[in-house]
């Protein structure tokens, strides 16, 4: 397996555009995870499925943000509209049990 | 609620020098405790967790239920140890989400 796969790597935009991160999360596991990652507050959990269903969206920040999983194997964060302060990485993460496996991230720049 | 606390955000050491980064948590029931590394501009990745009571590349942590701890230790720290550690709790295996603490960089001079 290719691990878990996010896209695009890099995405610079400018404040009030649209933004879709995307995920395909590693085959079998029925947990996914969307963290983001700043320097200031570290590793910040937005949300969680469990089953293609969201189980946790405590921490979206706010009704600007959203995600979806419409099936097993994929899965979309939105940003809509972006601004400066959403700058930061953004990753998925799968599991089935115990470890978390994570993807390489994205790296959002919004000016 | 559960909680994770790393209370050093930086943590700097010479090449040779012993290494322990601290990692405390609040949980009442029997957690899974995991510590994670992310080098530079890389994803995360598992380093241990406390189940396997197995070392990685030098590093070793107990779980101490009673001070309610999972430090991770290196007797002797190398220049390629330097990266961004993370400790995370789980309510068990099974059960969702993992908690993770805020970080600690650790960079190891030469």
């Known amino acids: 397996d290719a691990g878990v796969i996010q896209s695009p790597r890099h995405e610079v935009t400018e404040m009030g555009q649209e933004v879709t991160l995307r995920c395909k999360p590693i085959s079998g596991h029925d947990y996914l995870f969307w963290y983001r990652q700043t320097m200031m507050r570290g590793l910040e959990l937005l949300i969680y499925?469990?089953?293609?269903?969201?189980?946790?969206d405590s921490g979206m920040p706010e009704d600007r943000f959203s995600a979806k999983m419409p099936n097993a194997s994929f899965s979309t964060l939105k940003i809509q509209p972006s601004e400066p302060r959403d700058s930061a990485v953004y990753f998925c993460?799968?599991?089935?049990?115990?470890?978390?496996?994570f993807g390489e991230g994205s790296r959002l720049t919004v000016l | 609620a559960q909680r994770v606390t790393q209370p050093e955000k930086l943590l700097s050491v010479f090449k040779g020098a012993p290494v322990e980064l601290k990692c405390n948590y609040s949980?009442?029931?029997?957690?899974?405790l995991f510590w994670y590394v992310q080098y530079s501009r890389q994803r995360l990745q598992l380093l241990l967790r406390h189940i396997s009571r197995e070392s990685i590349k030098g590093f070793t942590a107990d779980l101490n239920k009673g001070e309610t701890s999972f430090h991770l230790k290196k007797p002797f720290a190398q220049e390629e140890d330097s990266a961004m550690y993370y400790c995370?709790?789980?309510?068990?295996?099974?059960?969702?989400?993992?908690?993770f603490g805020r970080g600690t960089q650790l960079t190891v001079w030469p």
């Open positions: 949980y009442s029931g029997s957690p899974e």
């Open positions: 499925f469990n089953n293609n269903v969201p189980i946790d």
């Open positions: 995370a709790l789980s309510r068990g295996s099974t059960l969702g989400r993992l908690y």
């Open positions: 993460a799968s599991k089935i049990t115990g470890e978390l496996f």
